[in-house]
């Protein structure tokens, strides 16, 4: 079973975690089906924006942890659940040619806190909460939280965070830089609908490239982004959307962006 939805809108997708009765807890199935949901969308052309949201009262409760009882520690190797479902979902999402805008609708726990700061635009209802639970069941943070983290919050808070397991409200994360911004709970979908259409508009294949500067910055030196602004700007120069934004800028009136370079 799939455990997640997919709907069709003009120009963008929402991706929906549908397994509200356990809060939306990830499964092999669930990633296996992010996983592809997110590469049929990056293959769609006429797709242009990703919204991830969650069913239910909860985004996502992070790993599924009912079969822990069939666990035997002598034998356990979750490093190699990481790497087969996690690890590739988030550098997918990262390196998304698309933007994603993620949309936290309740609890957000383990890697389903995770899962939600690998999107670049994440909104969350004024009721939801984060928590990096790992540490409470001898976890580490995983799915990208450990790098993720102290780059969104810095290092005093990532590790307060990550060896607490504090719960955080929507207004202390985005207060901390940890997402964009909270709205009320009645309105979280209205306005991320309105955010993924609106990037549906834009100069997608430029934000594209704008995510690809952006993630190669955190290991960069200055004098290697700069190259690789240099090249991207060219790339960005090339495409039909450049001339069409200055053209329009010009003649005073709304661009007509197709996405493509
Ligand atoms: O394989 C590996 O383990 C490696 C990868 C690890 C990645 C991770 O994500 S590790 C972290 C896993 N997640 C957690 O530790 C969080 C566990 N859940 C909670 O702490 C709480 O459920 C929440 C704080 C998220 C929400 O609390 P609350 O009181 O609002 O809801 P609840 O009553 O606890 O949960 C509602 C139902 O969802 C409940 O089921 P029931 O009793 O009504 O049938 C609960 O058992 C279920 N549920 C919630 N989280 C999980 C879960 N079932 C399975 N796995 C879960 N993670």
Not at 202 to 215: C, D, E, M, R, S
Not at 234 to 255: H, I, N, T, V
Request: aromatic content about 4%; charged content about 20%; hydrophobic content about 50%.
């Amino acid at each position: 079973m799939a455990e997640i939805s997919i709907a069709e809108r003009a120009g963008y997708r929402i991706v929906t975690l549908d397994r509200p009765e356990k809060l939306n807890a990830t499964t092999a199935g669930m990633l296996r089906a992010l996983r592809a949901a997110f590469e049929d969308a990056a293959a769609d052309r006429a797709c242009r924006a990703v919204l991830l949201t969650g069913a239910g009262r909860g985004f996502c409760a992070g790993q599924d942890l009912s079969a822990v009882n069939t666990l035997d520690p002598a034998t356990a190797d979750l490093g190699a659940l990481v790497e087969e479902l996690y690890n590739p979902l988030i550098r997918l999402i990262r390196a998304h040619p698309l933007p994603v805008v993620c949309a936290v609708n309740g609890i957000a726990a383990g890697a389903g806190a995770n899962l939600a700061l690998a999107c670049d635009i994440v909104l969350a209802a004024r009721s939801a909460s984060f928590v990096q639970a790992f540490a409470r069941i001898a976890l580490i943070p995983d799915a990208g939280g450990t790098w993720i983290l102290p780059r969104l919050v810095g290092d005093a808070r990532a590790r307060a965070l990550a060896l607490l397991a504090e719960k955080i409200t929507a207004d202390q994360a985005a207060e901390w830089g940890m997402i964009w911004r909270v709205v009320e709970d009645e309105a979280l979908m209205e306005e991320a609908e309105k955010l993924a259409a609106y990037l549906a508009q834009q100069p997608t294949a430029t934000l594209g490239l704008i995510k690809q500067a952006l993630n190669a910055s955190s290991t960069n030196g200055l004098d290697a982004q700069l190259a690789l602004e240099r090249d991207l700007q060219r790339k960005a120069g090339q495409s039909g959307d450049y001339a069409e934004g200055a053209r329009a800028f010009l003649e005073k009136r709304a661009p007509r962006f197709t996405g493509r370079t």
